[in-house]
């Protein structure tokens, strides 16, 4: 497993923009899938959106079109752009990966459980 840590959480008014980073060390993270996950308190932890190492990306449909998921895979690290924030976005977001090996044939998926490196997260507050 690698070790990653977030940055870049905070408070913004609704219709702000944060950009949240996920640092990876501890191994290549090149052949990974990575994403970006988020629970609010009393919820559930969301996929908010994944990407390959090719760069392809799946999204939550509440955030597509709003934010988008980047990485470096030079700088084994991981990027979330957030526009256009809404109240319903407040939550902490947390980092995860896996290999895609893991994944067998269905690429990356949004699903939580089958990620087992976390961060421990970054808050994101938006005030309507």
């Known amino acids: 497993q690698v070790q990653l840590v977030e940055s870049g959480g905070g408070s913004v008014q609704a219709g702000g923009s944060l950009r949240l980073s996920c640092e990876a060390s501890?191994?290549?993270?090149?052949?990974?899938?990575m994403g970006w996950f988020r629970q609010a308190p009393g919820k559930e932890r969301e996929g908010v959106a994944v990407i390959a190492s090719d760069g392809f990306a799946s999204y939550a449909p509440s955030v597509k079109a709003r934010f988008t998921i980047s990485r470096d895979n030079a700088e084994n690290t991981l990027y979330l752009q957030m526009n256009g924030l809404k109240s319903e976005d407040t939550a902490m977001y947390y980092c995860?990966?896996?290999?895609?090996?893991?994944?067998?044939?269905?690429?990356?998926?949004?699903?939580?459980?089958?990620?087992?490196?976390w961060g421990q997260g970054t808050q994101v507050t938006v005030s309507s």
């Open positions: 995860a990966a896996d290999p895609l090996l893991a994944f067998g044939g269905s690429g990356c998926l949004l699903t939580p459980t089958k990620y087992r490196s």
């Open positions: 501890g191994g290549d993270t090149s052949n990974y899938c």
